[in-house]
């Protein structure tokens, strides 16, 4: 119940697409859901977050879409560059404890 | 402002040999400090974390140990490692009621 499910395991694009990256949970006390970015060879920052009171985040080309009900939520990454190359990361918690991570998206965007 | 210090970058170790890398957080007090392991083409695996000095939390049983020693410093250690300790290290740190997390550049880690 403590798991945070995400697929796919990589994605390819070219320049300009919407890829799109689905995480799923189970258990329903988790209230924060952030996206973090990893470049290679760096650590993980944090990209964009979301509560569960809004169905929708966006932050510049970065939007999340929570479905509450479906206890899903979703990355997407609008007019996608070769720079956003990265692997990506789900992430939820509940109560500020600590956060539990997904297996990671690895995205690539071709010129 | 806030930074994160973990070393060495890398690091390749024969099988049994010990093990030690350190993270050092400046710009903050009592911190939250987390130590993650990255496989290769797998996720976040939390193996320890503290709330303060000499409190140590394990998330996965292994021949792997933390400490801290100071407030901003912490350790991950090894007396014997194993082939599957090889991986990437990454040191964390969070603060306040969200749980933001400020990750270090990482150690990769080869056991030979």
């Known amino acids: 119940q403590q798991q945070v499910k995400q697929s796919p395991q990589s994605l390819i694009v070219q320049k300009g697409g919407i890829p799109i990256i689905n995480c799923a949970y189970e258990?329903?006390?988790?209230?924060?859901f952030p996206w973090y970015q990893q470049f290679p060879g760096k650590g993980p920052a944090l990209l964009i977050a979301?509560?569960?009171?809004?169905s929708e985040k966006k932050e510049g080309r970065f939007t999340i879409s929570f479905n509450k009900s479906a206890k899903q939520f979703s990355l997407h990454i609008m007019d996608s560059q070769p720079g956003d190359s990265a692997t990506y990361f789900c992430?939820?918690?509940?109560?500020?404890?600590?956060?539990?991570f997904g297996t990671g998206t690895r995205l690539q965007v071709f010129p | 402002s806030q930074t994160i210090h973990q070393w060495p970058a890398t690091l390749v170790q024969p099988v049994g040999s010990p093990l030690s890398l350190e993270c050092t957080v400046e710009?903050?007090?009592?911190?939250?400090l987390y130590w993650y392991r990255q496989a290769a083409g797998r996720g976040l695996q939390l193996l320890f974390y503290?709330?303060?000095?000499?409190?140590i939390s394990s998330e996965v049983p292994q021949n792997l140990s933390a400490s801290r020693p100071q407030d901003r410093q912490f350790i991950l250690s090894s007396k014997k490692l194993l082939l599957s300790d090889s991986g990437f290290y990454l040191c964390?740190?969070?603060?306040?009621?969200?749980?933001?997390?400020?990750f270090g550049s990482g150690t990769q880690l080869s056991v030979l």
């Open positions: 964390a740190w969070g603060q306040g009621a969200v749980e933001k997390l400020f």
């Open positions: 258990n329903t006390a988790f209230d924060y």
């Open positions: 979301i509560r569960p009171d809004v």
């Open positions: 992430a939820a918690s509940k109560n500020t404890d600590k956060l539990i």
């Open positions: 710009g903050t007090s009592n911190p939250n």
């Open positions: 503290s709330v303060g000095i000499g409190q």
